[in-house]
């Protein structure tokens, strides 16, 4: 089995998940601009931690043969911060870069005015330097968060097919489906979405347009669980073709309208799906 | 030392010629556009090792093109580098001594010696890493040791290396041994020629 983890921030996560991931054929991952946590207070904080997303962290990846690329932008909780939104002005640099193949994590938090502004001047950013969009979607008073989330990209003037509405559930997934978008789906210890629960959303809505992602990150979360949807797609007797259609052409294909995703060092890039590219090049010293 | 006309002369050479050449064009006219020229090089030139010229690669040998090209002085390429991804900042490391920057560089090469990517310590050790004092240059020897960087990267090595490098070589390797682990050969055998040039 070969995955493609379309979200997950690694930067939280420590070598050994990323030996278990390559062992566990998870050969690339994107890993989306987010919320550190701990407030930051200035903007240099930020060009930091985005040089950090594509400098250190896909290098790092490189070590345990992990192909990474990042989205950048100005996420939706520190939107609503005054000593973060100069952050807005800094991202057209970055949407220039190499590994950056969407404007992300972008959306709502708590639905505010800031949060509205931020939310579609980085849909602007997006279409400026053409690149998707990846959308959180709020975790209070989701279902209008999502429905407002798909107002404001109709008006943005992007095409829905370039953008992955994220962290759906089995209220929200119907009407992201309806509007074009990608849907993004987070598969959790606990919350927001399990294994068997994704079976039974793929089962319902099908293959198209499906992104399911570990979102794994500094909270209660695991990396492997994409490997684990895999394998209860298998269970409910889903196909080796559809498992990898979900978890590796799929998200290979939203980010490719990037033009910048770049699989060449991927040993299951080619066509033959492979264990054995994780090969660990060096120990450290 | 690799210049300019050479890199250009070898970019021709590339399927991505005419995207080069209109970039440069473009950075020599106006000069505050190259930025996205110089973020978009990988993408649009290439990264395939570049013919005839070992040790570049297309985007870099682009890059530096471009910084030349846009007539860049020194506040404007530290910038360029202190902005960049890692494959930008190797680019500025390696065209730093083809541009007009005198020694207002040196804190680049402190940065990326820094790092713990082994291609930006070795891109530090080019022909611009003259400007580093000794005990800086001996400590990013040492740390290519360390970090398996060949030392094939170290420009001017056999010229600069000396005593205190070889006591700290020497000292590197007893650490390794007690530890029952390798030594890389390159600094065995360079260890080897500084303690036999001193008996």
């Not at chain 1, 789906?185 to 994704?198: A, L």
């Not at chain 2, 402190?110 to 580093?132: E, F, I, Q, S, W």
């Amino acid at each position: 089995m070969r995955i493609f983890d379309p979200h997950i921030h690694m930067t939280s996560r420590t070598t050994d998940d990323y030996a278990r991931m390559a062992a566990a054929g998870i050969t690339a991952v994107v890993e989306p601009a987010f919320w550190l946590g701990q407030p930051r207070t200035n903007p240099g904080s930020f060009t930091d931690y985005f040089d950090s997303l594509l400098g250190w962290e896909p290098y790092r990846a490189a070590q345990f043969g992990v192909t990474h690329h990042a989205t950048i932008a100005l996420n939706p909780k520190e939107a609503g911060d005054p000593r973060c939104r100069p952050v807005l002005d800094l991202l057209p640099r970055y949407l220039d870069k190499d590994r950056v193949v969407a404007v992300g994590e972008i959306g709502y938090d708590s639905m505010t005015p800031e949060e509205d502004d931020a939310f579609e001047r980085q849909l602007a950013m997006a279409v400026e330097h053409e690149l998707p969009a990846l959308v959180h979607t709020p975790h209070r008073d989701k279902a209008r968060g999502t429905r407002r989330t798909l107002e404001v990209v109709a008006a943005a003037g992007i095409d829905p097919g370039r953008v992955a509405v994220d962290h759906l559930n089995e209220v929200t997934v119907g009407i992201v489906h309806d509007s074009g978008c990608w849907m993004g789906f987070s598969i959790y210890p606990e919350t927001k979405m399990s294994p068997p629960r994704m079976v039974e959303i793929l089962r319902r809505h099908g293959l198209d347009r499906v992104l399911v992602n570990s979102a794994a990150d500094w909270g209660i979360s695991d990396p492997l669980l994409t490997l684990e949807t895999g394998r209860a797609m298998l269970e409910a007797g889903f196909g080796e073709d559809d498992v990898d259609r979900v978890l590796w052409r799929n998200p290979v294909e939203f980010y490719s309208q990037s033009g910048r995703l770049d699989l060449t060092g991927t040993a299951a890039a080619s066509a033959e799906p492979t264990f054995a590219g994780s090969s660990i090049k060096r120990g450290g010293s | 030392m690799t210049g300019p006309e050479t890199l250009r002369a070898a970019l021709r050479d590339t399927p991505h010629a005419e995207w080069v050449e209109d970039a440069l064009a473009a950075a020599a006219e106006r000069p505050g556009t190259f930025r996205r020229s110089f973020a978009a090089a990988g993408r649009r030139a290439g990264r395939a090792p570049l013919p005839g010229v070992p040790g570049w690669t297309a985007d870099e040998a682009t890059r530096a093109l471009l910084l030349l090209a846009a007539d860049q002085g020194a506040a404007e390429v530290c910038e360029v580098y202190w902005q960049g991804d890692a494959d930008e900042k190797r680019a500025v490391l390696k065209a730093l001594p083809m541009l007009p920057v005198g020694t207002a560089a040196v804190p680049l090469l402190h940065d990326a010696l820094r790092t713990n990517d082994t291609r930006l310590v070795a891109a530090a050790l080019g022909p611009y890493a003259r400007h580093l004092d000794q005990a800086a240059w001996r400590q990013a020897v040492l740390k290519c040791v360390f970090m398996d960087v060949r030392l094939a990267a170290v420009d001017r090595l056999g010229e600069r290396a000396d005593a205190e490098l070889a006591a700290m070589l020497a000292a590197f390797a007893e650490e390794r041994a007690a530890a029952g682990r390798a030594v890389p050969d390159d600094a065995t055998a360079l260890l080897h020629s500084l303690s036999s040039q001193e008996s």
